[in-house]
Nanobody, 117 residues
Framework: QVQLVESGGGLVQPGGSLTLSCAASGIRFSIYPMGWYRQAPGKQRELVAGITSGGSTNYADSAKGRFTISRDNVKNTVYLQMFSLKPEDTAVYYC???????????WGQGTQVTVSS
């Protein structure tokens, strides 16, 4: 079965950095567009960053210049490097593998990121 397993979340001070990882199994990872989403308490889940199978990337305005998404098709893993973290980045971060508009849409269980002093 398909599994997306996130790791790397935690508590970090404002201005700090974290790198999230998402290890995928059960899919042909190299052909899947991948994305990182987040959901803060009381808010809708939102796209943070996406990466195509070819390596093209896109970012939410809030993430531009601070976050970097990348993928390793040998390790079947997608990463989200986060720098200059702010309290408003606090959320549960989810990994997604999906072909838009199809049944091939998979989610990880999420990893908590808390930015606080």
């Amino acid at each position: 079965q398909v599994q997306l397993v996130e790791s790397g979340g935690g508590l970090v001070q404002p201005g700090g950095s974290l790198t999230l990882s998402c290890a995928a199994s059960g899919i042909r990872f190299s052909i899947y567009p991948m994305g990182w989403y987040r959901q803060a308490p009381g808010k809708q889940r939102e796209l943070v960053a996406g990466i195509t199978s070819g390596g093209s990337t896109n970012y939410a305005d809030s993430a531009k210049g601070r976050f970097t998404i990348s993928r390793d098709n040998v390790k079947n893993t997608v990463y989200l490097q986060m720098f200059s973290l702010k309290p408003e980045d606090t959320a549960v971060y989810y990994c997604n593998a999906a072909f838009a508009g199809t049944q091939y849409n998979y989610w990880g269980q999420g990893t908590q990121v808390t930015v606080s002093s």
